[in-house]
């Protein structure tokens, strides 16, 4: 509820606003959302009368109606026009600076919003194209080593496993591997080689990148502003004359800036890194068998051995035979081997080529699994260069297994 103030002065020279409003006005406290009371000053009405020291908070350009607040934090509105015109100039200039600086912090925080957003949908223009390089890459790779797997399980299901080397006492040769045999002497010899390839692929790294990002910071200073202020003035004989006049005087006022600031952000991405890589996997090869070529072979049936009864055993000593006959037939350094030793239980199979002799040889053992010490002995010999020879070197090395193995 508002109160008129008594048309008569309250005491020499002072004079109360126009409304005095109380109620909920009349609280020592601010409301939440209203700007920071100012400096309190004296304000002075048309008829030169003067107020206690109030402060504004608020001015309505609509209703031209003005909210000070005095020391002990009552709300007092009046009108403009209630005021003196140096006060009303003094309070409108206020107003516009207010509502300038207010226009120019709405404009800089709307600017830096923009740039903001902008580096944020270039970021993350930047970190898409990222993750669509890397998955592409990923599923490059991921087609490799499925195609590099295929292989490798080509290869491995004609080769034997450690597990079963080990279970028949075989050799280790690192110059060659272990084959299964085949059911046939007469099917295709697999060739199976080890081959040594370098390869790059892409491996996934993680990266750490500084950035700097645009930050609002705000700071409170205290910055030097021109008041004017109103004062008595004695002049005359014995200054007994007095007038009021306007004096200008420097204060400083604390004045909150925003500003961007720039800071360094530690980020981190995935990147493709190329690497290289040495890998050996088998390469495995079809050739035509020495039967298939022509070559002289024979075959006898129901040899007994002197060996272990086990099917195991004497299969491992019929490729430590293999072995050393072979050293016997090839020179150093051995010729590649298209299937070194093919071996299981019931069957050992070798075929050997010899290029520098032109020859290749076939040495295969049928193990009857009921009777373990009786063998089947097969050999072959096909000589490229005589085929004539092939039947009388045949012969000599079927006598020398058939020796080597029942002695």
């Known amino acids: 509820m508002c109160f008129p103030f008594a048309s008569g002065p309250i005491g020499p020279g002072v004079f109360p606003l126009v409304l005095l409003c109380g109620s909920t006005f009349l609280t020592g406290d601010l409301i939440a959302g209203e700007p920071v009371p100012r400096q309190f000053r004296v304000w002075t009405s048309p008829d030169g009368r003067t107020s206690d020291e109030l402060a504004i908070v608020n001015y309505d350009d609509e209703s031209r109606i003005v909210t000070f607040i005095d020391q002990t934090g009552k709300r007092l509105r009046t009108e403009l026009t209630r005021l003196s015109v140096a006060?009303?100039?003094h309070i409108l200039a206020d107003h516009a600076q207010t509502e300038q600086a207010q226009t120019e912090q709405a404009q800089t925080e709307q600017a830096q919003t923009d740039a903001l957003l902008v580096n944020t949908t270039a970021q993350q223009a930047q970190q898409t194209e990222q993750a669509q390089q890397t998955e592409q890459a990923q599923q490059t790779e991921q087609a490799q080593q499925t195609e590099q797997a295929q292989q490798t399980e080509q290869a491995q299901s004609l080769l034997m496993d450690d597990q079963t080397i080990e279970k028949l006492g075989l050799p280790k040769n690192d110059q060659a591997v272990y084959a299964k045999p085949r059911q046939s002497s007469a099917a295709p010899v697999q060739v199976i080689t080890m081959k040594t390839v370098t390869k790059e692929v892409q491996v996934?790294?993680?990266?750490?990148?500084?950035v700097l990002v645009p930050e609002l910071r705000t700071t409170t200073v205290m910055a030097p502003v021109q008041q004017r202020v109103r004062c008595v003035e004695s002049y005359?004989?014995?200054?007994?004359?007095?007038?009021?006049v306007y004096r200008t005087r420097t204060v400083l006022r604390p004045v909150s800036r925003t500003q961007t600031v720039m800071r360094t952000e530690t980020r981190s991405r995935t990147v493709m890194r190329s690497e290289t890589r040495v890998e050996d996997i088998p390469v495995i090869q079809a050739v035509k068998s020495l039967k298939e070529l022509g070559g002289e072979t024979k075959r006898e049936e129901g040899i007994e051995v002197r060996a272990p009864l086990s099917a195991?055993?004497?299969?491992?000593?019929?490729a430590k035979v293999f072995e050393q006959?072979?050293?016997?037939?090839?020179?150093?350094?051995?010729?590649?081997?298209f299937n070194?030793?093919?071996?299981?239980?019931?069957?050992?199979d070798y075929e050997q080529p010899a290029p520098s002799q032109g020859m290749r040889y076939l040495m295969r053992v049928e193990i009857n699994q009921l009777n373990p010490r009786k063998i089947a002995?097969?050999?072959g010999v096909l000589d490229v260069n005589d085929a004539s020879q092939s039947k009388e070197k045949n012969t000599q090395l079927f006598q020398k297994l058939h020796g080597r193995l029942t002695n």
Request: proline fraction near 12%.
């Open 87 to 89: 006060d009303q100039h």
């Open 204 to 210: 996934p790294q993680v990266q750490e990148y500084t």
């Open 236 to 244: 005359g004989l014995f200054n007994k004359r007095r007038r009021i």
């Open 312 to 318: 195991g055993a004497i299969s491992s000593e019929v």
């Open 325 to 337: 006959v072979i050293k016997e037939l090839v020179p150093p350094p051995p010729a590649e081997s």
């Open 340 to 348: 070194p030793r093919g071996v299981d239980e019931s069957i050992v």
């Open 377 to 379: 002995l097969e050999t």
